[in-house]
């Protein structure tokens, strides 16, 4: 997998001092080893040399195009006089703005070099100039050439894919859309990996020689490719965590009371039957395992090692296993300050191993060819099909509880405590692909990465339910969070975006989520919310037709036929309205007739039969349960939920005759609120995954200039003026009012006359640096009239804000319309967030405003207008018609586009928006940037 860097030339450079240490990040390549990517210094030089000098003759030869005996250092001196012509370097050896002309990037594993990839900026589509002449950037140089070169023995692996993705992300940052590659025909191994990275490539043949050309546009192909090579890697890396076939417990203690003995015992007593060590300075066996005194000792390397000691030891222990070849880690113990966590975290980096930890209740296994109970839990897991992975060791034991009370047990339980590396993101890949696991149940506290999150939970949603806690909904319970996990808290509407638009199942509470489980559990979601409810009593149904309604459930009127039809086959004295009243002398054969018709009908999503135990008629309470759960005829594969009330337990699944269950609950609040979320995920999955439109009109570059020029004069941030924020909306085609500057009172004047209605109307609003709330200030003048209206305006804001005013807005006064806000959030953790809801002076007293995380799609823009509670206004009420519900689409998704395009936009707000039959017009705007590049997100890394 090699190529030669195609027009990089340079003389010989001499001796370089060594490299010093460069930041850079962790990746897995296919097989989970990980590996080390960061920039190249010119102190690599020695590194470089030797890495081409191990390299095959063969290997060096399609590298370089031919072969001399000094091949090797003419490679590494081109790209030390690379990083030297294009930037140079700070005193300590590290690159130093190498001003995006040229770039090299290096994969090392335990400090030895194992791949190179480069690009330098291309003067022109065919050649570069010569390199030994100074060279300028330009904007419109975005071609760049690219050379890629492996080792040897790493062929295969990864490493030449993983390192152009890391290219690529570079290269886009620096403004190149295109790299061009030349490599010899023969050279099959460099050409398939150009081909397989995702992107379009075109090839031209000439001779013996190839010419590749690759488009670096950011498409949904090559994404899905990333992805796609990102999970492959994630669950390689995790088979020896979740499948180990050797264990090493470190620390179990000689008495009863430890956390190491604890996860031993379960080890030893939960059906593993894999080879299991033990490591105790003085003891030769605890609980009948063989004990070895220091992990050095150990006659193999295990594959997973529980790591149960002192905190101060932790660093340690980690690094002795990494030494004798251990692959993953799971690391019980609490208490690690800043430096230990550190280092705990760098010895896995360095020697290929997976942590989870620390501050965790273990984990645990359940699949067809393991059981492995590697936790402190007080009773084993129960073998089952719900994947489940929390922060919380608390909710982890309520929720094993749960899951086996109900039967559905877990496929594999994962702890993940203070989440320095496995994360929810590495278990639901796992998932995904593990051919066992058929839910998701997680409790996350904290997200690493989110938007890769919510592509993977978009992708995993569509094949098994994932259900959440939404633990931090409030002000103090995020405080607790960020107390317990160390984690950024993040705002409820942030997360409700994230859930919404991922298709994640969002509960309140522990009991909810293993309501909502059982549902899922028991077959597909209802494909819409109308309920029918059954009864033998009818104080019953009333409460289960409250509980409905209130979780946003519709119950439909049944139609004569089908009520007709139930009174034929329900007692005397059934009342067949919605809820159907069986009356109390309603027999096994009649409810399972009433039941059987209504999921029958078209009318009809569900069914809820809520039943109490009586003695009237010959049905017991267990007959009537019957009537459920044996039903031969029942073709339907429509939910039926029962709601028994004198039940002891919260929920619980009847098994049926045909091995299929139906979910049981003590009361119709809980099945009605599982049913709702039943209806969302119906809803979801009906629903074709959508697509971010392509837009017209949008000026990108210029945006850029924008808010660099702001930058470049106000180096920690801050609100751009009126006249920068116009420009900034023109760049993405948001319509605005009509607007002029004025510095003058005779300007203002001026300015209205000419922009002055058929009503002659005009708005006046003052500005100076850092305002923010005009109309609170009394920096607005509305309504204004003739020269000495404008006038007195003026002198008013001269008299009370002299000091400060810079200048003035004048626009006509805006017609009537619905006032509403939209707006731009940079979230820190999150990223660009898109706000919409009711705009005007009562927006933040209202607060009627939903989210979404951008990028929006075609989808995402419909819930989004759709979601606040003034969306009825925007589809016509008492008599008027609809709003311009295209130009409001498109002002959303042109504010996507612009949260995506600019990280140094920290919030921009549109309020008010003004919404018309016949257009959507922004009539005022601030804008408020901050000096930060924000990483690409895709980017495939280890936290």
Not at 729 to 737: E, H, T, V
Request: charge should be negative; charged fraction near 20%; hydrophobic fraction near 45%.
């Amino acid at each position: 997998m090699l190529q030669r860097p195609s027009g990089l030339d340079a003389s010989q450079l001499g001796t370089h001092a060594p490299a010093a240490a460069s930041p850079g990040v962790h990746a897995l390549l296919s097989d989970g080893t990980t590996v080390h990517i960061r920039p190249a210094v010119s102190g690599d030089h020695l590194e470089a040399l030797r890495f081409y000098e191990e390299m095959a003759p063969e290997n060096l030869r399609l590298r370089v195009f031919g072969l001399s005996s000094g091949s090797a250092q003419l490679a590494a001196d081109r790209m030390c006089d690379g990083i030297a012509r294009n930037g140079g370097e700070c005193a300590n050896g590290r690159l130093h703005g190498s001003r995006n002309g040229y770039r090299a990037l290096i994969a090392e594993h335990a400090g030895e070099v194992i791949g190179i990839a480069e690009y330098e900026r291309s003067a022109n589509r065919t050649e570069l100039k010569d390199p030994a002449s100074p060279q300028e950037d330009t904007p419109d140089r975005t071609t760049a050439e690219i050379a890629l070169a492996v080792a040897d023995h790493w062929h295969h692996r990864g490493v030449g894919t993983l390192l152009l993705e890391h290219l690529v992300s570079a290269a886009r940052a620096a403004g190149i859309t295109e790299f061009t590659a030349d490599a010899l025909a023969e050279n099959h191994e460099v050409l398939r990996v150009f081909a397989d990275l995702g992107l379009r490539t075109a090839r031209h043949f000439d001779g013996p020689e190839v010419r590749c050309t690759i488009p670096l546009a950011d498409t949904e192909d090559y994404l899905a490719s990333v992805e796609g090579r990102a999970a492959a890697a994630g669950i390689a890396s995790l088979r020896p965590l979740l499948r180990p076939q050797s264990i090493v417990v470190i620390g179990p203690g000689r008495r009863p009371g430890s956390v190491g003995r604890a996860v031993l015992r379960n080890l030893c007593t939960g059906g593993y039957t894999g080879r299991l060590f033990a490591v105790h300075p003085k003891a030769a066996s605890i609980l009948g395992v063989r004990a070895w005194p220091t992990v050095d000792a150990l006659p193999t390397a295990p594959d997973l090692a529980v790591i149960a000691v002192p905190a101060a030891e932790v660093p340690g222990v980690a690094e002795q296993c990494g030494a004798l070849g251990v692959r993953a880690v799971v690391v019980v113990s609490a208490g690690l300050d800043a430096d230990r966590a550190q280092a705990l975290l760098a010895s896995c980096r360095s020697h290929d191993m997976r942590l989870v930890g620390p501050d965790c209740l273990g984990l645990a296994a359940a699949g067809v060819n393991i059981r492995m109970d590697a936790t402190f839990a007080a009773h084993h897991p129960t073998p089952g099909t719900a994947g489940v992975a929390v922060q919380s060791g608390g909710v982890g034991i309520a929720l094993l509880g749960g899951l086996a009370r109900l039967g559905i047990g877990v496929s594999d339980f994962v702890s993940l405590g203070d989440k320095y590396d496995v994360s929810g993101n590495d278990l639901l890949q796992w998932w995904e692909h593990d051919g066992r696991t058929e839910l998701a149940l997680l409790h996350l506290e904290s997200f690493g990465n989110p938007r890769v999150f919510s592509r993977t939970a978009r992708r995993v949603t569509r094949r098994i339910p994932v259900l959440t806690v939404d633990a931090g909904r409030t002000d103090e319970g995020r405080r607790a969070a960020a107390t317990h996990t160390a984690a950024a808290a993040t705002s409820r509407l942030t997360r409700q975006a994230l859930f919404t638009q991922a298709g994640i199942t969002a509960t309140r509470s522990v009991p909810e989520l293993l309501a909502t489980a059982a549902l899922f559990h028991c077959g597909p979601p209802p494909q819409g919310p109308r309920i029918a409810i059954v009864t033998n009593a009818g104080g019953a149904g009333v409460l289960a037709a409250d509980a409905c309604a209130e979780a946003g459930l519709t119950l439909p009127p049944l139609g004569p036929q089908l009520m007709d039809e139930l009174l034929e086959v329900l007692p005397s004295g059934a009342a067949a309205g919605n809820p159907v009243d069986a009356g109390a002398a309603v027999t096994e054969e009649h409810l399972r007739a009433c039941v059987d018709r209504l999921a029958a009908s078209a009318s009809v999503d569900a069914v809820l039969v809520a039943l109490v135990p009586t003695a009237v008629a010959a049905a017991t309470g267990d007959d009537l349960v019957r009537a459920l759960t044996h039903a031969p005829d029942r073709r339907s594969s429509k939910p039926v939920v029962a709601v028994l009330l004198d039940q002891d337990r919260s929920v619980r699944l009847l098994p049926c005759s045909d091995d299929s269950r139906i979910p049981a609950y003590a009361d119709a609040q809980s099945a009605a609120q599982a049913l709702a979320h039943a209806v969302v995920r119906g809803t979801w999955l009906a629903r074709p995954t959508g697509t971010v439109p392509g837009l017209a009109g949008i000026d990108s570059a210029r945006a850029h200039g924008i808010v660099d020029s702001y930058l470049e004069q106000h180096s920690e941030g801050g609100l751009l003026d009126p006249r920068a924020c116009a420009a900034l909306l023109d760049c993405y085609g948001i319509s605005q009012q009509p607007w002029a500057w004025a510095v003058t009172e005779d300007e203002a004047v001026l300015a209205a006359d000419r922009l002055k209605g058929p009503d002659g109307r005009v708005v006046l609003k003052a500005h100076w640096p850092g305002l923010t709330h005009k109309s609170r200030q009394g920096a607005v003048h509305l309504d204004l009239r003739g020269d000495s209206q404008v006038r007195a305006a003026w002198r008013d804001f001269e008299i009370r804000f002299g000091h400060l005013m810079t200048g003035a807005v004048v626009q006509p006064l805006a017609a009537r319309g619905t006032e509403l806000f939209a707006g731009i959030v940079q979230d820190e953790v999150f990223g660009p967030l898109v706000l919409f809801g009711l705009g005007g002076t009562a927006t933040e007293v209202l607060a009627d405003h939903a989210a979404r995380l951008a990028p929006l799609t075609d989808h995402d823009v419909h819930d989004l207008i759709t979601a606040p509670r003034c969306a009825p206004l925007l589809f016509g009420v008492d008599g008027h018609g609809p709003v311009d519900l295209e130009g409001l689409e498109q002002l959303l998704l042109r504010l996507s586009r612009m949260a995506s395009d600019l990280p140094q936009l920290a919030e921009a707000d549109l309020n008010p928006v003004l919404a018309r039959p016949d257009r959507i017009t922004a009539l005022d705007v601030r804008v408020r940037v901050l000096p930060r590049q924000a990483g690409d997100p895709y980017l495939r890394r280890l936290r």
